[in-house]
């Protein structure tokens, strides 16, 4: 790649003495003493008193050989890890360090897994306060962010490399300069960041020099949250929304189980409302205004999709209702009441929704809430303050919690300032601002008044100044620091490792700039923890490391609060005066991507290959709009859907189901998707991107996420890097200061060529097929319904005849009966779709922990993807108004397993406690498993996708030309086996992210989820050690959890021993709604699902009689079987199940089963 | 009719009644001989030449198309998730099918005593052999890590782990490699008395040396004549129920799995219709051209291609009945996935691959039913072609589109074949095409002393037959 070489030049040109050990490893006599396999001194051995310099020696040859790089190396200061002390290390072991990963408006408590000295996985802190543990997509990949070959490397000045010493005495020179100044002319651009070491720095750098300007900018404005209640209650504040509290939910544009900010909580709170107790059932109900179809949409109860800049005239319409309510018309609201009903009226449909929807809300004062979105107007997140104080919500279901008061201008003043030629010296902490500031400012070229730029960066991208300094930004897992989760808990940010590329972090350049003595970012971040816990006490900060968090530092909620009305009206009336979407008016959406978010992550490969939940796109993002949308634009997306061309079903059904099956919304040619580049103009900003049909998106409305569209251009290196240059299209371009949300106005054109995309789910519908089972809560409730036991109900009925027979009429005993007789543990998984909704996290999560390669968008397309982890995303119902459903679809771990038996040398078989072994080392790659499994979650390696660059892949090693670092690939194979075709520099990255546990699968083996064995099989050693004489190895019920259960913040997925009735897994299955997918092939997977269950208000317009998957597969000619749900004899009806677990029939009297409180039983 | 009782007396049956002879215009034993000896000993005919060019070009481009996916990986082909195996797959069973007509003719219509075998059997059998050559290259280097693929024999192993005799793989490798066994046991034991014939003819030194070593020291004793036709039975006894296993095991690789489209009991005798069928029309592809180009007609007769085509008519049939029953029985049972199983391989996305197979398979062999046209050789060489296209279709239609979607629409796909594929396939006929041109080129191409011994002249108390005329052989 020529990128590749370019960078590399780019390297080599850098200093010589900081990577100085580096170079010298890399000297070949050096390299043939490490790689022997006993360096010179191995008779050493023999002699004891040389013993121990052997040790020396072989060590450091670790060192070196193992890691490659002088970098990487444990951390000098002391840090405390988690559970084990550092006395007892030892080589192979992993350590766990407790840390955080900052965001933009808190923090993700978390643990990480270390290595050998290298962090490998990360994960979240369950011990944490307000966390259970979950995290995001974008934390379990955040580490592979760590090893990215592409970063920041290097002091650069003018885009060239310069010694780290150089950029120092840049530093100090600006120091200097400002202090002589007072500060003045220097402006300081910093991202947003939630840490109070930073704002102690920033305070001390302010007060020193008080010319100093700061100023903070983010793409994404997840500040509104605070802005907009500060505005609201007239003093510093933030909402914090305790969903778990709440009965019913209104979310008004806010994709809170996805694009918000603290979607991890949010998941665990909105989740564990959704979470059904078998023996009180009772579960939230949540209403969704948006625009695109988010996951929120989809994880609602009903859904109103109006175009964005129409939800605020919903939201006022819906506290109309509410507050002309005489009970909730409280002293002061009068005011907002009248601006309010003044508002104007809406269609019909949507007239009837809101009215319903304020009712409910009503019915529920104080124990709902409203949720506006970070991609609203400040009126919408006024009014839903509004709202939330009338209906008493405030101080039960939203907390407003004290934050700093913010300080600093905007990216717009700092361009005047630019502009006006006031700035001597510009300081970027951190973003991308050349890239991702409103285009109306052209700051990468406002940047160049400077007379003096300094930038930390974590990558040499657009940012990177062409005149002036570029310094590495440490990542968080080598960096010391600290931050405020979003309950307002002290949390540190631990180092796992030394910064392996010399990188710096903020708070340390701000302290040099401030000119003081201690800038080193442990002592900054002690002292502020000993100012915050109140003096210097060694304990409560080895204690304060040592959990992740300071116990009792959440912030205590601001309880006198008063809204201010006159300012919730004010908003009202002159967000009223905005157009809205609609009619000839159509309007452009901004919103964050679900895996390059901003553009942040775009050089992360394992998030630019994860499918997106909603578009199942990768590689690229896409101009979404709905189904009439493309119609009217006349775009052929929905060719196929017109004519019916293509899919027909079978069996008749009725007309509305048959419309939607009848094909793609995005039509595939020979497999593969081309759709249509359209081009959007606001004025003379202009920008093009390949259209996509998404059903369900609100009418007139155009979506584009952000974050792609990066590439390097010849004479400058700004860009993501090799993996995330050239994905996408980059919408910043469109993206103005008065409209960063969104844009009515926008015009968009047909321009007749095409792209491809690499979309991982070419089949969007169900097709009446009872994979995914859900129903109504009314009906599930009531026994006269028969839905009780709807999820086994929906099985296929057995031929007549066949409940007689022994075994359910299975023709064959299933040889694991014996074997389960004595084994010590049965696994099996548990997946509650009820709580799922499909944020991505556990595939992540499976991804890093299982070695799990990327393929690149050509392999895609192919569909040979490798992710253990299937999320399969269903539409249903109405193509413009449907619903969806999720499904995690993992290997199922057959009890009869289809992909055994066919496997011809033994590569896939059994063990006793259950599990569907893969033996990578015996498979030859024949494929047939993967033909023969039902669920295809099987994964073959086509090609060494871990030894060969993803450009590459169909090049064989015999050409010998294709030289990497001068060498030929066979040469290069005949001294390193394990090394491959992937540059030296890369490779040595690449090796450090993966985790030893696991092996690495070569070219031509099939792989597939393992439960994570190697967790398994570490607490089955740990529990025989801990056992001794005395026996008990049966690992206790919550020690081993999967990477994906770990991860997970719906704590959706159970993972234990289906033989102990009292495990939590047990007891899942235990439950009603407890059903295997495919039951009719008998292969009695040991993962078994758990049915979703809607909630849906029957007084609402768009009450559906039971969920449209349901609806559809009656349409197929299907009925519910009729089940006795507490009939615990072996009747005729309970006999569909194939039920082996006998935990299920032994303990469904007892009453037990998933709490709807926090699932803290493990 | 007289009015009186008819006489008890045997009257020679009317002319026009008597079988048609097999060899045609009367040759005589010694005609024979010369002129199946003529292909061999004549100079290399330019034909000949011209068609081993091609045939070495795409030998040699199967060369490089093996070396580049041993050394790349599975992944230069098309097959994909959900589809993974894709064309290796089909062409392995289409080219095994290929190789069933060989083996009918020579063993089968051996014990059934049709004589008419003789004329062809040598050059079917010769197909078949290469045809499983064909088809075993396929196994071989389909599987990700070809270099492991000694792990599927049951070779004793320091590992001690066997094969996995549950899987249908395993049985196929049995099943395919007693099939090659046996062939070429069978072929090159009705060549002994030919290569004889040859060694005898033969003036060069070192042809007559290798004529003379392999034909293992005939000299056409009687008693070597006893061992030869009792050695001959028996293999022919052999051979017969490997007709019948060898596709009957093929399908089982899809009978026995899961899948809607594959699990179902018609598998096994529908497959080796349809590969007795496929057989026929290859041979009738080779034939054809052949007995003009080495102007055989007198003895690859007319008639002979007519009797080809009425087996092709008879198990074109069989196939057709066979896909109607899959598609009644996937509405009779009453599943769902079935039922979409079928009505996706005829409306779907590979409507024309279905669509395609029963044009060519059922609809094809139903001209062979009118006698003009199985007597007009252009017309039958093209639909033998058809019918192996068809074939070829058939096992597209049960690989792909079942693979493409089955059981959960999320992970449906589409398989395209790469180039690679492409390449590969073409491969097989250069290594197919070189085998047989080298056999035409090297070997008697219709077995001599088989075809004498079924012409009347062989036959003592023929009036053209025995002492009275007398052979020259």
Redesign the interface.
């Given at each position: 790649m020529n990128n590749s070489e370019s960078m590399k030049a780019a390297r080599q040109t850098g200093p010589k003495y900081w990577r100085s050990l580096d170079h010298l490893a890399d000297a070949p006599q050096f390299r043939k003493w490490v790689d022997s396999e006993f360096p010179s001194g191995a008779e050493a051995v023999a002699d004891p008193v040389t013993r121990r310099n052997f040790m020396k020696l072989m060590s450091a040859s670790f060192l070196l050989a193992g890691l490659g790089m002088s970098g990487c190396r444990r951390p000098e200061e002391k840090i405390v890890p988690f559970a084990k002390q550092p006395l007892g290390y030892t080589h192979g072991r992993a350590r766990h360090f407790a840390s955080a990963m900052p965001t933009r408006t808190g923090a993700v408590p978390v643990l990480v897994k270390q290595d050998d000295g290298r962090p490998t996985k990360v994960e979240g802190n369950d011990e944490h306060p307000d966390s259970n543990g979950g995290t995001n997509a974008f934390t379990q990949a955040s580490a592979l962010n760590l090893y990215d070959p592409d970063r920041a490397i290097r002091f650069a000045k003018n885009r060239e490399g310069v010694t780290r010493e150089a950029g120092l005495d840049a530093i100090k020179t600006i120091a200097d300069q400002a202090a002589a100044d007072k500060g003045a002319g220097l402006y300081i651009l910093a991202d947003q960041a939630v840490s109070p070491t930073r704002d102690r720095v920033r305070d001390l750098l302010l007060k020193k020099l008080p010319g100093a300007k700061w100023h903070e900018y983010e793409p994404v404005d997840h500040d509104i949250h605070r802005r907009a209640a500060t505005e609201a209650f007239g003093l510093p504040v933030r909402p914090y929304y305790k969903l778990d509290e709440a009965e019913v939910i209104l979310s008004l544009d806010c994709d809170f189980v996805g694009s918000e900010e603290d979607s991890a909580l949010l998941v665990g709170k909105f989740a564990k409302g959704r979470k059904i107790d078998p023996v009180h059932p009772k579960m939230n109900r949540l209403y969704a205004v948006e625009a695109l179809f988010t996951l929120t949409g989809a994880a609602a109860d009903h859904r109103l999709r109006v175009p964005a800049s129409a939800v605020h005239r919903v939201a006022a319409e819906v506290a109309a209702k509410v507050l002309t309510d005489a009970h909730f018309d409280k002293p002061g609201m009068a005011v907002v009441k009248n601006a309010l009903v003044a508002h104007g009226s809406a269609p019909d449909v949507q007239s009837k929704w809101i009215s319903a929807c304020a009712d409910d809300l009503k019915r529920h004062a104080g124990k709902c809430v409203v949720i506006a979105g970070q991609g609203q107007s400040e009126a919408t997140h006024l009014i839903a303050h509004a709202l939330n104080s009338a209906l008493g919500n405030v101080g039960k279901t939203v907390d407003l919690l004290p934050v700093p008061a913010a300080k600093g201008g905007s990216i717009g003043e700092l361009t005047a300032a630019l502009s006006a030629s006031k700035v001597k010296s510009l300081v970027i902490l951190g973003g991308n601002p050349a890239y991702d500031a409103p285009a109306n400012l052209d700051f990468a070229n406002a940047m160049e008044n400077a007379g003096e730029v300094i930038r930390l960066g974590y990558h040499e991208d657009e940012s990177a100044p062409k005149k002036g300094w570029n310094i590495p930004l440490a990542h968080y897992l080598e960096s010391w620091g600290d931050a405020r989760t979003v309950d307002g808990t002290l949390v540190p940010v631990q180092p796992l490792v030394a910064p392996l590329f010399a990188g710096m972090t903020q708070i340390e350049l701000l302290a040099r700039l401030a000119g003081e003595a201690v800038f080193a970012p442990y002592d900054l971040v002690r002292e502020t923890f000993f100012g915050l816990a109140g003096g210097k006490n060694e304990n409560a900060w080895k204690r304060f490391l040592h959990d992740g968090y300071h116990a009792g530092s959440a912030k205590a909620p601001v309880t006198r609060v008063r809204l201010l009305v006159d300012r919730v009206t004010a908003a009202v009336k002159a967000a009223d005066k905005q157009p809205s979407a609609g009619g000839a008016e159509q309007e452009v959406v901004f919103y964050p991507d679900s895996k390059v978010d901003d553009g942040r992550y775009n050089n992360n490969g394992w998030l630019q290959e994860t499918p997106d939940p909603i578009t199942k796109l990768t590689w690229d993002n896409a101009v979404l709009m709905s189904p009439a949308t493309a119609d009217a634009l006349g775009l052929d997306n929905m060719k196929g859907f017109r004519d019916g061309q293509h899919d027909k079903i079978l069996s008749e059904s009725d007309s509305k189901v048959a419309d939607f099956h009848d094909g793609e919304h995005n039509i595939t040619e020979r497999g593969e998707f081309h759709p249509e580049i359209v081009e959007l103009s606001l004025g003379s900003r202009k920008i093009e991107g390949p259209a996509w049909v998404v059903p369900g998106m609100a009418d007139n409305v155009f979506a584009v996420a952000l974050g792609y569209g990066r590439s390097r251009d010849a004479e400058s290196t700004g860009g993501a890097g090799r993996v995330g240059d050239g994905t996408g299209f980059n919408a910043y371009p469109l993206r103005a200061e008065d409209g960063m949300k969104f844009a009515v106005g926008v015009k968009v054109t047909r321009t007749g060529r095409r792209h491809q995309l690499a979309c991982t789910q070419e089949h969007g519908t169900i097709d009446g097929r009872a994979l995914i089972r859900e129903t109504n809560f009314d009906k599930f409730t009531d026994a006269e319904s028969g839905h009780a036991d709807f999820a086994k109900g929906m099985n296929m009925p057995h031929p007549p005849g066949m409940e007689e027979l022994p075994d359910h009429g299975l023709a064959y005993k299933n040889p694991l009966d014996d074997l389960r007789k004595n084994a010590t543990h049965s696994w099996g998984m548990a997946i509650d779709m009820n709580s799922c909704v499909g944020c991505n996290a556990c595939a992540l999560a499976c991804q890093s922990e299982n070695n799990v390669p990327i393929v690149g968008k050509q392999q895609v397309i192919k569909g040979r993807e490798m992710s253990w982890i299937r999320l399969d995303r269903y539409f249903s119902g109405d193509v413009n108004d449907p619903q969806m459903a999720h499904q995690i679809m993992v290997c199922q771990h057959c009890e009869a397993a289809p992909c055994e038996n066919v496997c011809p040398v033994n590569a896939t078989t059994h063990d006793d406690e259950g599990l569907n072994l893969m033996i990578y080392n015996r498979c030859v790659g024949t494929r047939y498993c993967s033909n023969n499994c039902p669920y295809k979650v099987r994964r073959f390696n086509y090609f060494d996708y871990n030894r060969r660059p993803l450009d590459d892949l169909y090049n064989t090693p015999l050409n010998p030309w294709n030289r990497k670092d001068g060498e030929w690939e066979l040469t290069r194979w005949y001294k390193d086996r394990s090394k491959g075709n992937i540059d030296d520099d890369q490779w040595d990255l690449l090796a450090l992210v993966r985790n030893p546990s696991v092996s690495v699968r070569m070219r031509g083996v099939m792989e597939k989820c393992t439960y994570c064995i190697q967790r398994i099989e570490a607490a089955k050693i740990a529990q025989k050690v801990k056992a001794g004489a005395s026996g008990n190895v049966e690992v206790p019920d919550g020690t081993i959890k999967t990477a994906c259960q770990q991860a997970c913040p719906a704590e959706a997925i159970a993972f234990g021993n289906i033989d102990d009735p009292e495990s939590r897994v047990s007891k899942l299955k235990a439950q009603a709604r407890d059903y295997e997918v495919l039951d009719y092939l008998a292969t009695r997977p040991r993962t078994t699902y758990l049915g979703r269950v809607r909630n849906p208000n029957p007084e609402m317009p768009d009450y559906r009689e039971a969920p449209e998957t349901f609806q559809e597969w009656e349409a197929h000619g299907n009925h519910l079987a009729h089940h006795h749900g507490h009939d615990h004899d072996h009747g005729p009806g309970e006999s569909h199940g194939h039920d082996s677990d006998h935990a299920h029939d032994q303990h469904q009297n007892t009453e037990h089963g998933e709490t709807a409180g926090k699932g803290g039983d493990h | 009719m007289s009015e009186h009782a008819p006489a008890i007396k045997l009257e020679a049956p009317p002319v026009e009644l008597e079988r048609p002879r097999l060899v045609s215009n009367n040759r005589g034993l010694g005609e024979i001989s010369d002129q199946i000896c003529d292909v061999i000993e004549r100079p290399t005919p330019l034909w000949w030449k011209i068609c081993m060019l091609p045939a070495l070009t795409l030998l040699s481009l199967l060369g490089a198309m093996v070396?580049?996916l041993v050394?790349?990986?599975?992944?230069?082909w098309?097959?994909?998730?959900?589809v993974?195996?894709g064309w290796a797959i089909i062409n392995f069973v289409w080219w095994i099918g290929i190789g069933h007509a060989g083996t009918l003719i020579s063993a089968i219509l051996f014990l059934l005593r049709q004589k008419w075998r003789t004329s062809i059997n040598r050059a079917s059998e010769a197909m078949t052999i290469f045809a499983v050559m064909c088809a075993g290259v396929y196994p071989l280097i389909?599987?990700?890590?070809?270099w492991?693929?000694w792990?599927?024999f049951p070779i004793p192993n320091s590992n001690g782990?066997?094969?996995?005799f549950?899987?249908?793989?395993?049985w196929d490798?049995f099943a395919v490699s007693t099939y090659f066994t046996v062939s070429v046991l069978f072929w090159y034991m009705g060549l002994i008395p030919d290569l004889a014939v040859m060694r005898d003819r033969c003036k060069k030194f070192f042809g007559k040396f290798a004529y003379g070593l392999f034909s293992l020291g005939w000299s056409g004793s009687n008693r070597h004549w006893r061992n030869y036709e009792k050695a001959y039975l028996i293999l022919a006894g052999l051979s017969t129920p490997l007709v019948l296993s060898v596709h009957s095991i093929v399908s089982l690789?899809f009978a026995?799995?899961?899948?809607p489209g594959w699990h179902t009991t018609i598998f096994p005798p529908y497959f080796v219709a349809g590969a007795v069928f496929s057989g026929f029309g290859m041979v009738l592809t080779l034939l054809i051209p052949l007995r003009s180009v080495c102007k055989l007609q007198d003895i690859i007769t007319v008639r002979h291609i007519e009797l080809c085509c009425k087996v092709t008519l008879t198990t074109g049939c069989i196939v057709g009945y066979a896909y109607f029953m899959e598609v009644f029985i996937a509405w009779y049972s009453g599943?769902?996935?079935e039922?979409?199983a079928f009505?996706n391989r005829a409306?779907?996305?590979y409507w024309w691959g279905y669509w395609a197979m029963i044009g060519c398979n059922v609809v094809v062999p139903q001209f062979f039913w009118f006698k003009k046209i199985r007597t007009n050789m252009w017309i039958v060489f093209f639909l033998s072609i058809l019918v192996n296209v068809g074939m070829w279709f058939e096992r597209f239609v049960i690989v792909v589109t079942t693979?493409a979607?089955?059981?959960?629409?999320?992970?449906?796909?589409?398989?395209?074949p790469s180039p690679v594929d492409i390449m590969t396939y073409l491969g097989t006929f250069g290594l197919f095409f070189t085998m047989f041109l080298l056999f035409l080129r090297f070997l008697p191409m219709i077995a001599i002393c088989e075809v004498k011994a079924v012409t009347p002249q062989a036959d003592p108390h023929h009036p053209l037959g025995g002492a009275e005329e007398g052979g020259h052989h």
């Open positions: - | 070396v580049y050394t790349v990986g599975v992944g230069v098309g097959n994909q998730h959900p993974m195996w389909h599987v990700g890590r070809i492991y693929g792990w599927l782990i066997w094969p996995q549950r899987s249908p793989l395993m490798v690789d026995v799995s899961q899948l599943s769902s996935f039922k979409y009505w409306f779907g996305p693979l979607r089955e059981f959960i629409p999320a992970n449906w796909g589409y398989f395209n």
